[in-house]
T-cell receptor
Framework: NAGVTQTPKFQVLKTGQSMTLQCAQDMNHEYMSWYRQDPGMGLRLIHYSVGAGITDQGEVPNGYNVSRSTTEDFPLRLLSAAPSQTSVYFC????????????FGQGTRLTVV | AQSVAQPEDQVNVAEGNPLTVKCTYSVSGNPYLFWYVQYPNRGLQFLLKYITGDNLVKGSYGFEAEFNKSQTSFHLKKPSALVSDSALYFCAPFSGGYNKLIFGAGTRLAVHP
């Protein structure tokens, strides 16, 4: 059981480049989300999805797009990378039952130069 | 407003001593409360949760947490700290109204031999 898998683990981008961070889960969880982690700021929610075909914005959505075509996959797209998007990105999934814990991927460390 | 506060950026404790990591929250309705731990270069792992019932909940690795409704607190505790407990700890209440976990900034626990 792989849980939540994120790829790549590390990435360096130049300002203005675009890329997609991949996230896949094999637990048939309805709810998936993307967070970014910055020093002293904890985890901030970027986008989330409550099921296939449904996405919504979190606290810091600007500069990012998501889609949810399948239950398993929830990719995060950076449209035009900026140095302010240098961060560690985490994908998480959980069942729709709000009493259930979330499962996190190992993270993607992104540097924009 | 939905929020969570972890007032200490870092907690230092000697191995074998008890530890407490503090958390207070502000969410509407009856809260579902979670603690997660993050070891270096890893994703977040679930530790324990309070849903209902006994105010003292027990979780992984000997950790426990005490829910106090009147003080809106959910402090994490362990009777005897280990060096291997050194990590970043996040308190995360679940906001039913917004259908999402709210993360604090995290508290770094340093256990010294």
């Amino acid at each position: 059981n792989a849980g939540v898998t994120q790829t790549p683990k590390f990435q360096v981008l130049k300002t203005g480049q675009s890329m997609t961070l991949q996230c896949a889960q094999d637990m048939n969880h309805e709810y998936m989300s993307w967070y970014r982690q910055d020093p002293g700021m904890g985890l901030r929610l970027i986008h989330y999805s409550v099921g296939a075909g449904i996405t919504d914005q979190g606290e810091v959505p600007n500069g990012y797009n998501v889609s949810r075509s399948t239950t398993e996959d929830f990719p995060l797209r950076l449209l035009s990378a900026a140095p302010s998007q240098t961060s560690v990105y985490f994908c998480a999934s959980r069942p729709s039952d709000r009493a259930s814990e979330a499962f996190f991927g190992q993270g993607t460390r992104l540097t924009v130069v | 407003a939905q929020s969570v506060a972890q007032p200490e950026d870092q907690v230092n404790v000697a191995e074998g001593n008890p530890l407490t990591v503090k958390c207070t929250y502000s969410v509407s309705g009856n809260p579902y409360l979670f603690w997660y731990v993050q070891y270096p270069n890893r994703g977040l792992q679930f530790l324990l949760k309070y849903i209902t019932g006994d105010n003292l909940v027990k979780g992984s690795y000997g950790f426990e947490a005490e829910f106090n409704k009147s003080q809106t607190s959910f402090h994490l505790k362990k009777p005897s700290a280990l060096v291997s407990d050194s990590a970043l700890y996040f308190c995360a209440p679940f906001s039913g109204g917004y259908n999402k976990l709210i993360f604090g900034a995290g508290t770094r626990l340093a256990v010294h031999p």
